[in-house]
């Protein structure tokens, strides 16, 4: 339980200690006017919004993992109450609206409760920046459009777009000038004093200022608007009344603030985070969120959330902590308990230009225009999230910003990056023909590589490419495909209809550079046999060497201990003077070992099955000259897919299965053995000349191979040993 309690407050430094005080200050001056404000668009009594700034707050500091993160009475979830208030003909501040909106922030809380335990926190991981920018924008212009009639001398606005518009259109008709020149110059004030000396409180001064204002000069009597004066005293303990209520309705409701609580407090936490270098645990914050809610709930408050307006003044004002909300919340209870006089003396457009200032920084317009320049997709996609917010709402806008999240993910997937590839003369990698004016393609050859996982939105591209760029001379395919990491039905389907048309058109087809688990999925999909049938290479080197592509000439230059350079033929125009032949570095260590990479845990099974395929050959020979006349390395023919590890290991297997031979063979075991023998040493040769470094390694497979035997079948290891010494010795 002591890890749930205030995470932020762990190894507390003191010297955040004035920071913090000094900005939780701040944070309770401020949502004064804030809360009070809010709690009147939730259709309660203006106190109730001070009331919500006390105990949701310390519930939801209690628990939060954010640093900054401020808690309290804000726009979205009052804007909805307020609105199921007028929907249903409740009279805002009436005793009915008293006892319907408490029950709301209850429900709400409850429906946290349950997001907390589905571990519904996950959503914002499926939320991009573009779209993340454009929610919080939104949500910052609305509370703007929201303010802006109370800087004119009217009542704050509540709705979308189009009703915030016509509610500032008609507030123009009786603009109260005095009130626009204090909300004006304040706001003024405060956005040079940010950049000027931004860490100087303006904030206070100015609302000092303004209770001056009004002693001194008495602008109430002008038509200033000033805050609704206060009863002193803490909140007491709400009684619900939910047999007066209708629970169905009221359910829906709540669920819907609660996603919205949700979603715009965990995008706006993360945004904070992510600024400033620290992480939140997402499933807690709903937790914070879901207690909070309750404990506004027990106070006879509306549902409450995170506010971006105070979280971005308390960032400004560099507080560290939770400490800064435990401060917020006594302070605002001290003033509730015996300063609730100067409340009455607040000028409201005062007031209101300090939350201007604030949601003013919430705007990004700078990843806008970061946006615009870099990519325009996602641009368009920040003006769509924030355009949704604006006209249809905080919950259509979450549902969209999803939706034009998942577009963007498709619209990357069904369009990835790609390209053809080719070598550029005296270089080994392959490189992409159109950004490399000096790479050339491989004669007969086409490499593709494709940068996406292939899926059903995105295999017809795959496959319309790869098939345009087929030519008359084309001999072989190999697609790169060392960034895809899954593959779908569709896909496999797909992968393998086009090795047929490929095998009917007497083109090589091969899948490269992959890894094992696409391997995987590729048998599990039931398109393994194009493993089996050599189709599915570790490298493109590899590929190359399996469909004989590159030349047996020497191109004069000399092996180095760690690669092998063999030449091939490249389509370089006549008419530019270059050299005529690219050097292709040799297999790889891990190349060299491919049956584990392509068969995975069904390895061993694999390779017994092509021991076996073997034997099962020789038996139907007639007789051992027989074998000799067909030649014992025809047998291996069909090994595609071997490295030399690999087949050095198959023919350690074929020496333990030779009791197996059928009657007329048994008495030649010795000849057989000689000529598994006679290829065992060629590919120690092969590995000496090209891979000095991977003999031991090959020397201490056999050993364990030797070792197995000698524990599975004592005897037949015995006459094994016996029948090699003899080979030996008459080779020797």
Same mark, same amino acid.
């Given at each position: 339980?002591?890890?749930?309690?205030?995470?932020?407050?762990?190894?507390?430094?003191?010297?955040?200690?004035?920071?913090?005080? &000094?900005?939780?200050?701040?944070?309770?001056? @401020?949502?004064?006017?804030?809360?009070?404000?809010? %709690?009147?668009? %939730?259709?309660?009594?203006?106190?109730?919004?001070?009331? *919500?700034?006390?105990?949701?707050i310390l519930f939801f500091a209690l628990l939060s993992t954010s640093r900054q993160f401020i808690f309290g009475v804000d726009a979205a979830p009052a804007a909805i109450v307020g609105a199921a208030l007028v929907s249903l003909g409740i009279e805002s501040g009436s005793k009915e609206a008293i006892q319907y909106v408490p029950v709301i922030a209850l429900m709400t809380g409850i429906w946290l409760l349950l997001f907390y335990f589905l571990k519904a926190g996950?959503?914002?991981?499926?939320?991009?920046?573009?779209?993340?920018?454009?929610? #919080?924008? *939104?949500?910052?212009?609305? =509370?703007?459009?929201?303010?802006?009639? $109370?800087?004119?001398?009217?009542?704050?606005?509540?709705?979308?777009?189009?009703?915030?518009?016509?509610?500032?259109?008609?507030?123009?008709?009786?603009?109260?000038?005095?009130?626009?020149?204090?909300? +004006?110059?304040?706001?003024?004030?405060?956005?040079?004093?940010?950049?000027? /000396?931004?860490?100087?409180?303006?904030? =206070?001064? /100015?609302?000092?200022?303004? @209770?001056?204002?009004?002693? #001194?000069?008495?602008?109430?009597?002008?038509?200033?608007?000033?805050?609704?004066?206060?009863?002193?005293?803490?909140?007491k303990l709400t009684h619900f009344q939910f047999g007066e209520i209708d629970l169905k309705q009221a359910a829906g409701r709540s669920l819907m603030i609660a996603a919205v609580i949700m979603s715009e407090t965990l995008l706006s936490e993360n945004n904070f985070a992510l600024k400033n270098g620290y992480k939140i645990d997402e499933n807690k914050e709903i937790l914070a969120c879901a207690m909070g809610n309750i404990a506004a709930a027990c106070v006879g408050c509306c549902p409450v959330n995170g506010s971006i307006s105070r979280t971005s003044m308390n960032e400004q004002y560099e507080g560290k902590t939770q400490a800064v909300s435990v401060v917020a919340a006594v302070t605002m209870a001290l003033v509730l308990i015996g300063a609730?006089?100067?409340?009455?003396?607040?000028?409201?457009?005062?007031?209101? %230009?300090?939350?201007?200032?604030?949601?003013?920084?919430?705007?990004?317009?700078?990843?806008?225009?970061?946006?615009? $320049?870099?990519?325009? !997709?996602? &641009?368009? =996609?920040?003006?769509?999230?924030?355009?949704?917010?604006?006209?249809?709402?905080?919950?259509?806008?979450?549902?969209?910003?999803?939706?034009?999240?998942? +577009?963007? +993910?498709?619209?990357?997937?069904?369009?990835?990056?790609?390209?053809?590839?080719?070598?550029?003369?005296?270089?080994?990698?392959?490189?992409?023909?159109?950004?490399?004016?000096?790479?050339?393609?491989?004669?007969?050859?086409?490499?593709?590589?494709?940068?996406?996982?292939? &899926?059903?939105?995105?295999?017809? #591209?795959?496959?319309?490419?790869?098939? !345009?760029?087929?030519k008359d001379d084309t001999e072989v395919v190999i697609v790169d495909a060392a960034a895809i990491n899954s593959i779908d039905i569709t896909a496999a389907d797909r992968l393998e209809m086009m090795a047929k048309n490929f095998d009917k058109q007497g083109i090589k087809f091969y899948i490269t550079e992959h890894s094992e688990n696409v391997n995987e999925q590729m048998r599990n999909l039931g398109i393994g046999h194009l493993i089996e049938e050599g189709k599915v290479r570790r490298t493109i080197l590899a590929a190359l060497q399996d469909a004989g592509i590159q030349s047996s000439e020497s191109v004069g230059e000399k092996d180095t201990d760690h690669a092998i350079r063999t030449s091939c033929q490249l389509e370089i125009p006549a008419a530019v003077h270059a050299v005529h032949a690219a050097m292709i570095p040799a297999e790889e260590e891990n190349t060299l070992e491919e049956f584990a990479w392509a068969f995975g845990d069904d390895a061993v099974e694999e390779m017994e099955k092509k021991v076996h395929q073997v034997m099962e050959q020789i038996h139907k020979l007639p007789d051992l000259e027989r074998l000799a006349d067909v030649g014992f390395e025809e047998k291996l023919k069909n090994w595609h897919s071997l490295g030399v590890l690999d087949e050095d290991e198959i023919l350690r297997r074929m020496e333990m299965h030779l009791d197996e031979l059928p009657e007329n063979l048994r008495g030649d075991r010795k000849v057989i053995l000689q000529l598994i023998e006679k290829r065992r040493r060629r590919i120690e040769q092969q590995l000496l000349l090209h891979h000095p470094e991977i003999v031991e390694h090959l020397k201490k497979n056999r050993e364990k191979l030797e070792r197995r035997l000698e524990k599975q079948n004592p005897e037949a290891a015995r006459k094994l040993h016996e029948w090699e010494a003899q080979i030996r010795e008459k080779q020797e």
């Open positions: 339980m002591k890890d749930l309690l205030f995470p932020t407050l762990r190894n507390y430094k003191k010297e955040y200690l004035p920071k913090d005080i &000094f900005s939780g200050i701040i944070m309770a001056a @401020v949502s004064i006017p804030i809360s009070m404000g809010y %709690a009147q668009i %939730a259709g309660l009594p203006a106190v109730y919004g001070l009331y *919500g700034s006390v105990f949701p996950r959503i914002v991981d499926f939320i991009s920046t573009p779209v993340m920018g454009g929610f #919080i924008s *939104g949500i910052a212009l609305t =509370i703007i459009l929201m303010q802006i009639p $109370k800087i004119l001398g009217g009542k704050a606005g509540s709705g979308e777009l189009p009703e915030l518009t016509r509610h500032i259109i008609e507030t123009c008709k009786d603009i109260n000038w005095l009130s626009v020149t204090l909300g +004006v110059g304040a706001l003024v004030l405060l956005r040079v004093a940010g950049k000027l /000396i931004p860490k100087f409180p303006m904030a =206070i001064v /100015i609302m000092a200022a303004g @209770v001056a204002a009004t002693m #001194i000069f008495h602008v109430d009597q002008h038509g200033v608007v000033l805050l609704d004066a206060v009863e002193k005293g803490l909140p609730t006089g100067f409340i009455g003396y607040l000028p409201v457009p005062v007031l209101t %230009a300090i939350v201007l200032s604030a949601l003013m920084n919430v705007v990004e317009l700078h990843l806008a225009v970061r946006l615009f $320049k870099v990519s325009r !997709n996602e &641009f368009y =996609i920040f003006v769509a999230a924030c355009v949704s917010v604006l006209f249809l709402g905080t919950i259509y806008g979450v549902v969209i910003g999803l939706l034009l999240s998942f +577009v963007a +993910v498709v619209l990357r997937a069904t369009n990835p990056p790609r390209s053809f590839r080719g070598m550029i003369p005296g270089k080994e990698a392959y490189y992409d023909l159109k950004r490399n004016r000096n790479a050339y393609p491989i004669r007969h050859t086409v490499i593709y590589r494709f940068s996406e996982n292939l &899926f059903f939105a995105n295999v017809k #591209i795959f496959q319309s490419d790869i098939e !345009n760029s087929i």
